[in-house]
């Protein structure tokens, strides 16, 4: 681990359609690579149920024990549409119409298209900052360390942008891929060495097979692009040493 | 929420490569299609990083409070494959050389290829289960409710059969979609009454933006086919009250 990290996240994947695996999360992945982007480290994701208290009890743990937390799902317009409710619960506040975000929407749909439905899509947490949506209208929201998007891939993209200046991170967490032609097990010994020499980078070793190839990827990461280089340039040493192939990627 | 499932899972997927968004997991949806398939219902997943004191902590949290845990990741030769002995530490147990393993590397290997950096991948658990990999050769384990298995998606895939007989699940969990041109905010209200009316069903709605159409899949899930019957029959009335077109996805 990388102790010079000083901002963490846990993301909480919401949705019942993950756990059934009919869908296959993608927001963790879009989420981490533009968290470490802006210096923060992701340390958990957790995918739990449209279930309330499954939702508020979660919730109060990872908030105290993360610097950020990001929620994906459950702010649309329908039944298993809790996540709003739920946050509301775990801070204690009112849940209510948010003014703002209703006028955004009476906005956005043309007249008498404001409907009943579409109208639950403003109920957030007392006080809760928007996070506006330039793709479908509906905004998310943030609660003290708690940001809310939703979960259509394509829509939580669309709303990183408007994120970015809510959020304080530190250095941007830096990552180095070199892939070998070789197995694991070659490599093992020396890449301990290399790891233990090199406590502030974490390296990941991760086999692959492509295009009928067979090879490992081992990945730098650190915020310090001299210590990923001197890491480099130790595995390469000994690579180059066992006459092993450096492949592309 | 199905009141009448008996068996639930966690999933614990151990790996930085998911927590810095380099690899996108899929093993999430494998493990829960198939467990679902035997009538084990998923409650939770956990993604988190190759740390001993983070997996020890969590597999004694998940395996108190569910009848099986799914581990994926870090059972290979390198220095962050460190599944084994946190599962070891997480039981209390002994961490050493499997001689049912040892003597399967020891075959499945050309001579004087069991090297140092593979015959790692037979320090366990005393006493672990095995569960035979037909793809690599090398073992995944049980102890006691835990199970653990490789995060290549590939390998984790063909050793799914050789758990079947281990895991006693209840009823499959069936799962029905009805898709909808139609936008979520039109039929919120009648799904609602409709989620109400039939609580044993779970019912999800799931917006979907699909070769250029717009629509919204409803999922009804539960281990009784005739409760999934009435509840697609009260879904389509309102469909057809609403004329809403049923569409294919």
Known sequence: MNKNTKFNAAILIIGNEILSGRTQDTNTSTLAIWLNSIGVKVNE??????????IVDTLNILRKSNNYVFTTGGIGPTHDDITAKSVAKAFGLKYEVHKEA????????????????????VWMPENAELILNPTSG?????VENVFCLPGVPSILKSMLGGLKNKIVGGKPILSYTISLKTVESEIANSLT????????V?????PFFHAGKLG?????????????????????????????????R
């Open 45 to 54: 994701v957790r995918v739990i149920p449209d279930v309330e208290k499954t």
């Open 102 to 121: 209703f006028k955004i929407l009476e906005k956005y749909y043309k007249p008498g298209e404001f409907n009943e439905g579409r109208q639950k899509m």
């Open 138 to 142: 509906a905004p998310g929201f943030s």
């Open 193 to 200: 060495k290399v790891q233990d020499q090199n406590k502030d």
């Open 202 to 206: 974490e390296i990941g070793s991760y």
């Open 216 to 248: 490992v990827s081992i990945v730098l990461r650190s915020e310090n692009k001299s210590q990923i280089d001197a890491c480099n340039l130790q595995i390469l040493e000994f690579v180059n040493k066992k006459k092993i192939e450096v492949v592309d």
